[in-house]
């Protein structure tokens, strides 16, 4: 069943943020650039000195940076713009509540207690909320930011969207992990699933519930799992089932498809947990709890996260020998600003190639 929503005015997040950069960029030159210069003229400096000292396109190259980086943070902050604008005309125009920001110590999932404890309280994990409901089920989603890494260096951000359903029913704290998606869950006390099934998924409970969890998670709800071809995480936790969908969403119509999707899985689910009951087993707890303070990556993500070191210095050296052999006959030296430039930029691309490959 296709649920209907109404749409935002906004409907593409990266086409209205690259319109709103070139809006704000517009009036940054005509009104606020004379402003720009007196407060921050001592950002051209190089480029001057370097004027002066004959290096005249290093100059112009360095003083056009200052507008590029200018423009990079006006099209960063319209992006963010655009996000909130479009998750808040969606809660208004289907009569939904949205706030800008969650708090992550309020959620009981196993998810949240995950990555850097210390981001908990910058206020930056959980984003765009809407809770609504719709044909008499009441569900929220929410935009969420797992970040991993002690140090800054080895620091990741992984981007969910979250989409949770509320059941009458009262049932353990399960977690079934897809091996298809970028994580692999580290909370012990798996459960052995059919052959099948084994290489797929991670199905984890609490000790002593095992039971209830396979009475939940079915071969035949497996299956049609695999079938459907979904790749999110699951996790059931205080009569919620919150489900993880890797990666922001930034148009209406990936939107509308992820909701359905978990919409219909939400349906498969709602006949059994709605009046699902089970007893406490003496003082064992009903909850999941971690063997470790972080999800570990798996051998897919490490490979693409290698791949991203070696391959930007590796091209960053290519072109770095290639500008060697023609220096003598270049009028100016551009290696030693190309080859950082050079590593920067294939550093990205390969960030981006990641950032496909998890979305898929």
């Known amino acids: 069943m296709t649920f209907n929503i109404k749409k935002p005015t906004i409907v593409d997040i990266n086409k209205q943020g690259m319109d709103n950069t070139k809006k704000d960029f517009t009036i940054f030159l005509k009104k606020r650039c004379v402003l720009f210069l007196f407060y921050f003229s001592w950002m051209f400096i190089p480029g001057i000195l370097m004027i002066f000292m004959g290096d005249i396109a290093k100059g112009l190259l360095a003083i056009f940076s200052v507008f590029l980086f200018v423009l990079f943070v006006i099209y960063i902050s319209s992006i963010d713009k655009a996000r909130n604008s479009f998750w808040k005309q969606l809660a208004s125009a289907n009569g939904w509540k949205y706030e800008s920001q969650g708090k992550r110590g309020l959620e009981k999932g196993i998810m949240f207690r995950q990555g850097d404890r210390a981001m908990e309280n910058m206020g930056v994990s959980i984003s765009n909320c809407v809770e609504g409901n719709i044909d008499n089920k009441d569900f929220r989603i929410f935009s969420f930011d797992l970040i991993t890494g002690g140090s800054k260096r080895d620091r990741n951000i992984y981007e969910y969207t979250v989409f949770a359903f509320k059941f009458q029913g009262n049932f353990p704290h399960f977690y079934l992990n897809n091996k298809k998606n970028s994580f692999g869950v580290d909370i012990g006390n798996f459960i052995s699933l059919p052959a099948e099934f084994d290489d797929k998924f991670l199905l984890a409970a609490p000790k002593e519930y095992e039971i209830e969890a396979l009475e939940i998670f079915t071969p035949n709800i497996l299956a049609v799992l ?58 064992l707890s009903p909850i999941l709890k971690l063997d470790h303070s972080e999800k570990t990556l798996t051998k897919s993500r490490i490979i693409i996260t290698m791949f991203m070191f070696l391959g930007s210095w590796t091209f960053g050296a290519l072109f770095f020998y290639l500008f060697e052999l023609i220096r003598e006959n270049a009028k100016y030296d551009f290696s030693s600003f190309f080859v950082p430039v050079t590593m920067v930029f294939f550093t990205f691309l390969f960030y981006f190639l990641d950032s496909w490959n998890r979305q898929r």
Not at 239 to 244: A, G, K, T
Not at 253 to 274: H, I, P, S
């Open 226 to 283: 695999l079938d459907r071809g979904f790749s999110y995480d699951i996790e059931f936790v205080n009569q919620e089932m919150l489900i993880f969908a890797d990666g922001s969403i930034y148009d209406f119509a990936d939107l509308e498809k992820k909701l359905n999707q978990t919409l219909e899985l939400a349906d498969m689910f709602r006949g059994k947990l709605d009046h699902f009951k089970f007893e406490k087993i003496g003082d």
